[in-house]
């Protein structure tokens, strides 16, 4: 059976340029080792083609650190794409280059104006819902904007909170399956997954809750691994990446690609 939420044939992904080394972080865990990500980053590329992606990889802009980080431009749905408004300014000009590439494969292509904002790392779609976190980066006017986008398409939305502290809702969790999701002791406290069956990271790997399911497979990073026994035990297909160079700017899985199935 092919889901919407975990079930996809494309993904965009964008090359570090050497600039990352100056992405935003929240805390300072070393200065990012840039040809190390570059190979993690064609680790990850190969991994979303072993799944079944065609990948468009995009060059490297130098003139947006964290512009590795596609993820936050853009909410891709089977019905069409929504341009996202990052929260962070220097990540705000992004967006412009990434819709030419949406308006190619999708006919649908909408955007949030404002003046609200909003950031797809604070989205997670699942099989019944959208779960939207309310961040340092996305707030309450930009959920707003886009929930009443998502109405035309009959999208159940629901919002949540990020706890304080973590970047973006989806840095704490993932989808696994249509009704599992992995999440952080943290964020799973909060009660949000109430209506899901939750896995839970390992105690002191918290950094582990950021995977991606890309049809059969999922991609988790590398370096924890009582986690990944965690997800091996439930029957999950994973391939470990490295992350740790991406992780030294609060990136992880999801961040480094959209994932769907455009609709022309
Ligand atoms: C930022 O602070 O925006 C980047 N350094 C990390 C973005 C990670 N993206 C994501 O969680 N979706």
């Not at 909003?118 to 707030?139: M, V, Y």
């Not at 964020?187 to 995977?211: H, Q, R, W």
Request: charge should be negative; proline fraction near 6%; include cysteine.
């Amino acid at each position: 059976m092919s889901t919407k939420s975990f079930n996809f044939t494309h993904a965009i992904t964008r090359r570090p340029s050497s600039s990352v080394v100056s992405g935003l972080r929240s805390t300072e865990r070393g200065v990012p080792n840039f040809e190390l990500m570059e190979g993690h980053h064609l680790d990850y590329v190969n991994a979303l083609k072993q799944a079944g992606a065609k990948v468009i990889e995009l060059d490297p802009l130098e003139d947006f650190p964290d512009s590795v980080f596609v993820e936050d431009t853009a909410l891709c749905l089977p019905e069409g794409a929504i341009l996202m408004r990052p929260g962070a300014p220097s990540r705000l000009n992004e967006v412009e280059y990434i819709a030419p590439h949406l308006r190619k494969l999708y006919k649908n292509v909408f955007e949030i104006k404002g003046p609200g904002t909003i950031e797809a790392g604070d989205i997670l779609t699942t099989e019944k819902e959208i779960l939207i976190g309310r961040s340092s980066r996305t707030n309450i006017e930009g959920i707003s904007e886009l929930t009443l986008m998502l109405e035309q398409w009959n999208y159940k939305v629901t919002e949540v909170i990020t706890p304080p502290g973590i970047l973006h809702f989806k840095t704490d969790c993932s989808l696994l399956d249509n009704n599992t999701i992995l999440s952080t002791e943290r964020l799973a406290a909060t009660g949000c997954f109430e209506s899901y069956k939750v896995i839970l990271t390992y105690p002191g790997e918290e950094d582990a809750a950021n995977t991606i399911r890309y049809n059969n497979l999922v991609l988790a990073p590398k370096g924890f691994p009582k986690t990944t026994r965690r997800l091996l035990k439930s029957g999950f297909n994973v391939v470990e990446i490295g992350n740790t160079e991406c992780a030294k700017i609060d990136g992880g899985m999801s961040c480094l690609s959209l994932r769907f199935s455009p609709k022309k």
